[in-house]
């Protein structure tokens, strides 16, 4: 792989021991996918240092005691615990703090602490043929496919390009590894997040690691339905991009699907049976409600505000809204945070359920006092909440569209999406 001087200076340790080690690990990546060079990278969404996770947040904390810093705009991942609010989930005190270190730490190394799923709506958006890192699949195919920047699903490599500003240019960093592999004709009638989460992951179990030309949406879907559509598909599938006409950049609203791929129909049915595959629970049987997945935008939580204006959470039912910091922030100077926590909801950052100490499928240190609490199920409005609680949380699931979903938590019964 041909290397830049500057590329070859930090891994001669010029720019100090953790350059060094960061650089080699991306040098060894390239050559496990034969990239011919590197790529400058424009920004990276990183590795948060999950608390939860045996020496992971020792991770964080050891490059900011070496005195590594970020090379390119960065921002961090969800975490396991609202840093500043994490009574409010019944956090253990010790994880609440490990958690706080890795904050620290980010701050230390220069990054911006936004801890969000959804960086895009905390001001991080990419622009049209910038090179990104991501570690969080859901803003990789968001700035692939809406935003029009290059970038891979990535793992740890993020901060690795965070703290280099370079990449080896391979996979979706190619012109030629972004045309699209299967066409996907939608007839369902799709309207709002929930849905379009259900579409995203009816499409995703199709074309798995492809990428979705899709057409017959008829109205272009707005922001928070374009994120809904794209973490679908990168749940039931390994998506990281997708096309659609008049969105994606490149590719004018009148574009022609590609001529010999395989051809996907998606309609009504498949959509009721993404949603059948989630309601397990019994229509009495959720503790808790979750809205907001990925993080809520500020224009979702103007809908859960006004949605939840007036009302009461039932009795025995808990009822969190999450999103991230920025926009929480910008909700309450609007006036929204008010009406969602006089109904009795609660509003979290930096976290949600599945990300929360309510997983159990993992094994944090027994001295930070996390016991997953026996939930018997939690009711939410997006498919991919949905298919990681089952997975991490472990229990039953209930989903429906937001609107429903404030009507369940209220009444304390649950109110499905009809069909017919």
């Not at 496990?32 to 608390?51: E, N, P």
């Not at 490059?63 to 970020?70: K, S």
């Not at 990535?154 to 299967?182: C, I, K, Q, S, W």
């Not at 026996?374 to 429906?400: E, F, N």
């Amino acid at each position: 792989m041909r290397l830049s001087e500057r590329d070859r200076a930090m891994l001669d340790g010029a720019f100090g021991e953790p350059a060094r080690r960061a650089m080699d690990g991306l040098v060894q990546l390239g050559e496990a996918f034969d990239a011919s060079d590197m790529v400058d990278i424009g920004y990276a969404h990183i590795h948060a240092g999950m608390a939860m996770y045996g020496g992971d947040v020792d991770l964080i904390t050891a490059l900011a005691a070496e005195g590594a810093t970020m090379r390119t705009v960065v921002s961090t991942n969800i975490a396991n615990a609202d840093m500043a609010r994490w009574q409010q989930t019944g956090a253990p005190p010790r994880l609440a703090a490990l958690q706080q270190r890795a904050e620290a730490a980010h701050k230390a190394l220069g990054g911006a602490t936004c801890f969000t799923c959804t960086p895009y709506f905390a001001g991080h958006r990419p622009t049209a043929g910038m090179h990104a890192a991501s570690i969080e699949s859901g803003v990789t195919i968001f700035a692939n496919s809406v935003l029009g920047a290059l970038a891979n699903r990535d793992g740890f490599f993020a901060v690795y390009a965070g703290m280099t500003g370079r990449y080896p240019r391979f996979g979706l960093h190619l012109p030629e590894n972004r045309v699209p592999t299967h066409h996907v004709a939608i007839s369902a009638a799709v309207s709002g997040t929930t849905d379009f989460t259900a579409l995203g992951y009816a499409i995703g179990a199709e074309v798995t690691d492809g990428i979705p030309f899709v057409t017959g949406l008829g109205a272009v879907p707005d922001e928070d339905e374009l994120d809904a559509m794209g973490v679908g598909m990168a749940t039931s599938g390994g998506v990281a991009m997708f096309v659609l006409p008049g969105v994606t950049p490149g590719f004018a609203g009148d574009a022609a699907p590609p001529a010999s791929v395989p051809q996907v129909a998606i309609g009504d049915g498949a959509i009721e049976a993404v949603y059948d595959k989630f309601c397990t629970a019994a229509v009495d049987g959720f503790d808790l409600v979750h809205l907001g997945c990925p993080h809520a935008s500020l224009a979702e939580m103007r809908v859960y505000a006004g949605l939840l204006a007036g009302r009461r959470i039932a009795d025995g039912v808990d009822c969190w809204v999450t999103t991230n910091r920025t926009v929480r922030s910008a909700a309450e100077a609007e006036g929204l945070l008010a009406p969602i926590e006089a109904a009795g909801a609660r509003v979290v950052s930096d976290t949600c359920p599945m990300s929360c100490h309510f997983a159990r499928t993992c094994s944090p240190d027994p001295s930070l006092g996390v016991t997953p609490p026996t939930l018997a199920g939690v009711l939410v409005d997006s498919v991919k909440q949905a298919h990681y609680v089952r997975d991490m949380i472990q229990c039953p699931t209930l989903v429906t569209t937001s609107a429903r979903a404030v009507e369940s938590a209220v009444t304390g019964r649950f109110v499905p999406r009809p069909f017919r």
